[in-house]
């Protein structure tokens, strides 16, 4: 492949999408799933006119259920599984699980009976298909299922918490655990049989209903992941996992301290030295959820901020420059198809933009962004770039009716001028921003659900920098305003999308 050649495969062709993480689907547990509801809103898709669904990272969460830090980068949450795809199959039998079915519990023991039930009873189609899927996905697999089960056997313990011969994977200990923890391994596995499984059968639909799946990327990994657990060789940490330097980004106007994220730093040299194996692997797992992938903190392929440990905040950081050229040099030799996303927000250098440009790699606006009275600002829509991917906001932003009721956040009177809006009117003015994505010039146009609900900040997603309420809002049908859907569908069909 040329140097030329180089370039995202993506369609540049005008289309718009509906960001909505599976989390926040209607349910009738505790929480949206993969389920009938999924299937639904692709359908809610197709009659509106979208051609695309956004998610955020789909792994398995830790405690605060942030999706940006999962214990893996290659498995599915299996709190997304359906029970309802496992009940239509005959191998789950709700009403046997005595557990509060408002719970995340009540998910796992009906996961537990399901795979007692898979492994006495189903004959041998499905039992070869969890075969074929363990051999298709044994390198990340086996170490995942394993780590899994240390986690479980030691009370939700970090692995540089656990005993030191697990700790630092000896193979006497290794084969040990393998041996001790035979049954909860294979419950793994048949939980992440299930997810791929119910998740490709969705991917399917979506393509039936002319819908493309567009996933997210979080550039770090968590520390305590399976990841680093099993290939710590590829962070810069020492076998007990102990970091000299852990991510964040630096003070600004956001923030006097900067943001300590505190993920391991990757050792580029050793990744570099493997031509960069572990990241085509990530990638692999990744390209077969996904039609479209967003590459979060693009801005970490360039340069990482480098803090110390020891520090609370990011103050004393450094900037690090990484070798991001040679690694999407050889992604694009890896594989055909690489449709990449660069989330390029913030505070972005010349360099970054370059290796950006470079691979033709979109980038993100963000309308919420736009309107500081500053008529150069890249957000706003006569600075849009054809491949761009322009947003309302995002899942880090307050949803659009809750920022409008904040006039803080923009200046009023030239976000009222651009937009023609005479008075003070949420609606018109959500409205408004909705017609400003669909009319730009940028390829693809993504609206948050809460967006199209015209739902206010109690329905916002997540704020950054905190822990507690984040992650956790849904929605429902009866939300859902046909008179809304149509002035959104005339804007699709206006604007060619």
Not at 128 to 153: E, G, P, S, V
Not at 201 to 214: G, M, P, S, T
Request: proline share 4%.
């Amino acid at each position: 492949m040329k140097q030329t050649e180089m370039i995202s495969t993506i369609d540049f062709n005008r289309r718009a999408g509906v960001l909505l993480h599976p989390t926040s689907l209607p349910g009738r547990f505790n929480h949206g799933d993969l389920g009938h509801q999924a299937y639904r809103f692709i359908e809610f898709l197709h009659q509106n006119g979208f051609k695309v669904w956004q998610v955020l990272p789909l792994g398995t969460t830790h405690d605060d259920k942030s999706p940006y830090q999962c214990l893996s980068t290659h498995a599915g949450n299996p709190l997304l599984i359906s029970l309802d795809w496992l009940i239509d199959k005959g191998w789950l039998d709700i009403e046997k699980v005595s557990s509060d079915r408002s719970s995340e519990q009540f998910r796992l023991d009906c996961l537990k009976q399901a795979v007692e039930f898979f492994y006495q009873n189903v004959d041998e189609f499905w039992p070869d298909k969890l075969q074929a899927f363990r051999q298709q996905h044994q390198y990340w697999l086996d170490d995942y299922a394993l780590f899994i089960a240390c986690k479980d056997y030691f009370n939700n313990l970090a692995w540089y918490d656990w005993p030191e011969d697990i700790r630092h994977r000896d193979k006497a200990a290794l084969k040990k655990y393998r041996k001790q923890f035979k049954n909860k391994i294979e419950q793994v596995y048949f939980e992440q049989f299930l997810f791929y499984t119910q998740w490709h059968e969705i991917k399917e639909y979506a393509h039936q209903h002319q819908i493309e799946l567009f996933g997210d990327m979080p550039i770090f990994v968590a520390r305590d992941s399976a990841d680093v657990w099993a290939e710590r060789e590829n962070f810069l940490m020492n076998l007990d996992g102990e970091m000299p330097f852990v991510s964040g980004v630096p003070p600004d106007a956001f923030s006097e301290t900067g943001q300590r994220w505190g993920n391991p730093l990757y050792d580029w040299d050793y990744l570099q030295s493997t031509d960069f194996d572990w990241w085509k692997r990530r990638f692999r797992s990744q390209l077969e959820l996904f039609d479209l992938l967003r590459i979060d903190h693009f801005r970490g392929m360039q340069a990482c901020w480098q803090i110390p440990a020891d520090d609370d905040t990011a103050i004393n950081g450094h900037w690090v420059e990484v070798p991001g050229d040679e690694l999407l040099f050889s992604l694009f030799h890896a594989f055909e198809k690489l449709p990449l996303i660069a989330e390029d927000l913030g505070v972005i250098t010349d360099e970054v933009i370059a290796l950006k440009d470079k691979f033709k790699l979109p980038g993100m606006k963000v309308l919420q962004f736009a309107f500081d009275g500053n008529t150069k600002n890249p957000h706003l829509p006569h600075m849009q770039l054809i491949n761009d991917v322009v947003y309302t906001g995002t899942h880090d932003n307050d949803t659009t009716a809750g920022w409008i009721q904040q006039s803080e956040n923009y200046n009023k009177d030239y976000f009222q001028q651009y937009l023609s809006l005479s008075v003070d009117d949420s609606h018109q003015a959500v409205l408004a921003m909705i017609r400003s994505v669909m009319s730009s010039v940028s390829f693809l146009a993504m609206i948050p659900m809460q967006d199209i609900l015209m739902l206010g900040s109690d329905s916002r997603m997540n704020v950054p920098g905190t822990i507690g309420d984040n992650w956790q809002w849904k929605f429902s049908w009866d939300q859902v305003v046909p008179e809304i859907n149509e002035e959104i569908k005339k804007f699709i069909v206006l604007y060619q999308r």
